[in-house]
């Protein structure tokens, strides 16, 4: 079988220069399992796109590994007494990939496009009004110092702008857009510059030699990043059993995203190192609350009850996932007795349920995809399950991108779907929750659950936000927009002749501080 793998690999790869014999000692090369969406941080994104973009582009602020946001660009931040007033003094000595030096009119610049209806900013909504937060105005004070205004406190503030799915709200220099104000390609700050994207192949990251380094060890997305190779080439391979392949033929020197099974039977190989790490984004399954079937929250409630989920989830990680029910990690420090109670198997109860809510067998159409093997293998187990409790799903398998837009527009009654960490619970909550007329992507479109969200991200005082996530559990639970399954464990795989490499919570792989033993 590994034959097989390694012949075809050899012919597809060989012509991008990434055989065994023509690849370069100081070329660090990770599979990637489908191409990146766009080179713009935030924009037309998913998660390859943003692992990307975040090697190129940095921020005034970044996740460390506990989830926190801590200085990145910004050398310090000060906050003023009513809480509405962010002052950032930049970092000195600080350079774009094409030399330039950052200043405080970079990242005015960089903000103002960001804040542009037009553009689809994933975060857009975060910092407009819509949601809890307003932006009123960002200034340059001078070269060195950003002034942000808000509309009121909010103690997510520098959470939200550290997110990986908004690019980081990463920085660039204007190089980055064409003459038109089109977008061209990323001049930013980070470890990394964009070499080249053969779209389909591999993206290609050079080593940026002027890069700015902050002191401390490397710690998530802050503390030293420096490049310890020339280049990092994500090489696009989107079958699962073809990666493991080229990791064993030396093609490819990681594996980020490594199945439960494989990584159990890689662990004994000699040539291959493996490392694990809890994982704190969400897998489960949503439920369109406004499809006209399972607008019935007594349908979705049996929906539920008619899974096994310590069984799904044993059999989806290998056992080495636990089942949760929450928005909130088993991570979390916020995860707490009530955040443990969640949904039961009863055969019973499915019957009554059904029974109640009118379900005469219809069928109900759930939407997959093989490019996340853990969606899938949620999808099929989960099809079992409800079709032998008298529920009808049919299974429909597509091309990632295609489901992911499927999301993004509501068009679905149900689908296998996991999302990207959250470090925070309201950040969590605020990814599945919001009106759908507005925001036809989000889950949960629950008004009781908006105003508990937005008192979460408002308050600071840990008790009082263990109080609101509770609250938004018990609710989340009582609704059934999403049957979350179980949090996941990042596991990775990369050769033995790699030092440097950790998965981490936030399930990203890092490239910078990673080079060759030796």
């Given amino acids: 079988m590994l034959g097989t793998f390694r012949a075809v690999l050899l012919g597809t790869l060989a012509a991008a220069g990434l055989a065994a014999g023509t690849a370069q000692a100081e070329t660090l090369r990770i599979a990637m399992n489908a191409d990146i969406r766009s080179t713009d941080p935030g924009v037309n994104r998913d998660e390859n796109t943003d692992t990307v973009v975040l090697h190129i582009v940095e921020g005034l602020v ?14 310090k931040i000060a906050l003023s007494d009513d809480g509405r007033t962010y002052t950032f003094t930049l970092r000195d000595g600080v350079k774009f990939h094409n030399g330039a030096a950052l200043t405080a009119a970079d990242v ?69 857009l064409n003459a038109d104000g089109s977008w061209n390609k990323p001049i930013g700050t980070g470890p990394y510059a964009l070499a080249e994207w053969k779209q389909g192949r591999y993206v290609e990251l050079k080593r940026f030699d002027g890069y700015s380094a902050l002191s401390g060890p490397a710690d998530g997305y802050v503390g030293d990043k420096t490049p310890k190779v020339d280049t990092a080439r994500f090489v696009i391979i989107p079958d699962p059993a073809a990666a493991r392949a080229a990791l064993l033929a030396g093609d490819i020197e990681i594996v980020s995203d490594v199945s439960a099974s494989d990584y159990k039977e890689l662990q004994g190989n000699p040539a291959v190192t493996t490392a694990s790490s809890p ?157 759908k007329d507005q925001q036809p992507r989000k889950v949960w479109d629950n008004a009781d659950a908006r105003t508990l969200l937005e008192k979460s991200m408002i308050t600071s005082d840990g008790a009082e936000r263990q109080t609101l996530f509770d609250q938004l559990h018990a609710l989340f639970i009582a609704d059934v927009p999403m049957i979350v399954t179980h949090n996941g464990v990042e596991l990775a795989a990369f050769s033995s002749k790699v030092e440097g490499y950790r998965p981490w919570p936030a399930a990203r792989p890092r490239l910078w501080m990673v080079g060759f033993k030796g």
């Fill in 62 to 75: 970044g996740y460390d590994e506990q989830g926190q946001p801590k200085p990145l660009l910004a050398e």
């Fill in 108 to 176: 005015v610049a960089a903000w103002k496009r960001y804040m542009t209806p037009a553009l689809k900013w994933r975060c857009l909504s975060q910092f407009d009004g819509s949601g809890q937060t307003r932006i009123e105005s960002v200034e340059a004070a001078d070269p060195r110092t950003v002034v942000f205004h808000i509309s009121a406190p909010s103690a997510l503030f520098l959470s939200t702008m550290a997110r990986p799915d908004c690019g980081g709200s990463g920085i660039y220099h204007a190089d980055s």
């Fill in 279 to 435: 994982a704190m984004g969400i897998s489960g399954l949503l439920l369109q609350t406004r499809d006209p079937l399972l607008k019935n929250p007594d349908l979705r409630l049996a929906i539920a009850t008619a899974l096994d989920i310590p069984a799904l989830v044993d059999a989806v990680s290998e056992g080495l996932a636990e089942p949760n029910n929450s928005i909130v990690p088993l991570a979390s420090p916020f995860y707490g007795a009530v955040e443990k109670r969640g949904f039961t198997h009863d055969p019973a109860k499915v019957k009554d349920l059904l029974a109640k809510a009118g379900y005469k067998g219809e069928t109900i159409v759930m939407l997959a995809n093989q490019r996340y093997k853990s969606m899938y293998d949620t999808a099929v187990l989960a099809q079992a399950m409800l079709q032998a409790a008298g529920i009808n799903v049919d299974l429909s398998v597509m091309e990632w991108g295609a489901q992911l837009d499927k999301y993004l527009s509501g068009d679905y009654q149900m689908q296998a779907f996991a999302y990207s960490a959250r470090l925070d619970p309201s950040l969590g909550f605020e990814a599945v929750s919001g009106d």
